[in-house]
């Protein structure tokens, strides 16, 4: 339990410094600021149509999955613990909605599998009135960025093969990242995978379209990320919301009225005693550290006027 514990607090105190080490192709020494002005920038002149933020729809269930890092076995628990599969993998979830916000690379194996699964399953289930929603975490930015830090030795030898040519701005599996937004608001719902703050609210939309531009290789290439790679505080990196010591309400408040949403889902953070809710149950935060690295417990949020935690086994 103990070497468990402090495998945990290395993984976190790692990913927050994550310009501590460089990776072989560098990222700016300083996160530059949050965006300002006039969205679009580089992404303005990429083809890819826009993938909508806000979703209006009215699913019998709605389930959020946190951080899955390239466990296939801690995936699988979680999609029947949500009650969306059966043994065989097969969708069993009818008009259940999925959203899983993110970091499904690195840590793990088993990442393509996964990634692989997930795709099916929102065929499937989309079929079936349903959906799998996937979003970006910041793992999958910092390994096209050619950061592959935390990658372990199972994992390079994934993608084909060759992951950083597989995993670059243009390269196969970067384009199907590429069908992924960073944030999802879904009716009063507000998912993403580190949180939104009150000064990145206007700019969703293009933190959504110049992060998908990037990945599918036309706003450039490794050395020349989007800033929700290179901003500490972008919906993919801050932390504001992960620590419960330090978790500023008013805050979380302010970016809510000015988002029109009533919650936010976030993971990003692992939560060494499963799922934990804030701010009146305004804030929940859902990644339990279920990848084999973290031997957490499976967890996934179904989210209703009262949330509730539903928990599967291994």
Not at 92 to 113: A, H, N, P
Not at 181 to 200: M, P, T
Not at 233 to 253: F, I, K, N, V
Not at 260 to 281: F, L, P, Y
Request: net charge neutral.
């Amino acid at each position: 339990m103990r070497t468990a514990l402090l495998a945990l607090a290395f993984s976190i105190a790692c990913d927050r410094g994550h310009r501590e080490a460089q990776p072989s192709s560098p990222l700016p020494s300083s996160p530059l600021p949050a965006p300002g002005g006039a969205p679009g920038g580089s992404a303005a002149r990429c083809t890819l149509a826009p993938i909508p933020t806000r979703l209006s729809i009215a699913p019998k269930r709605l389930v959020a999955i946190g951080d899955l890092h390239g466990d296939l076995g801690g995936t699988r628990a979680a999609l029947k613990a949500a009650r969306a599969i059966d043994d065989r993998d097969q969708w069993i979830g009818g008009d259940l909605v999925i959203v899983q916000t993110g970091d499904v690379l690195d840590r793990g194996d088993d990442e393509s599998k996964i990634l692989e699964l997930l795709e099916r399953l929102d065929r499937d289930a989309r079929k079936a009135g349903g959906a799998v929603i996937q979003l970006l975490g910041n793992h999958e930015l910092m390994n096209p960025a050619g950061d592959f830090r935390y990658v372990t030795p199972g994992g390079m030898r994934d993608f084909g093969g060759d992951r950083k040519r597989a995993l670059a701005p243009g390269g196969p599996w970067a384009k199907r990242l590429a069908r992924f937004n960073a944030v999802a608001i879904i009716n009063d719902n507000v998912f993403s995978h580190g949180g939104v703050l009150a000064e990145w609210v206007t700019q969703v939309d293009d933190v959504n379209l110049s992060s998908r531009c990037w990945l599918d290789g036309q706003t450039g290439g490794a050395d020349a990320p989007p800033i929700a790679l290179t901003s500490d505080s972008s919906p993919l990196w801050t932390r504001a919301y992960g620590m419960p010591e330090s978790t500023d309400c008013a805050a979380l408040e302010a970016a809510l009225t000015k988002l029109g949403a009533k919650r936010m889902i976030v993971g990003h953070t692992v939560q060494q005693r499963g799922i934990t809710s804030a701010c009146n149950d305004k804030l929940w935060r859902i990644d339990v550290g279920l990848a084999k690295l973290y031997d957490g417990p499976i967890e996934v949020l179904e989210i209703t006027d009262q949330p509730r935690v539903l928990r599967g086994q291994r």
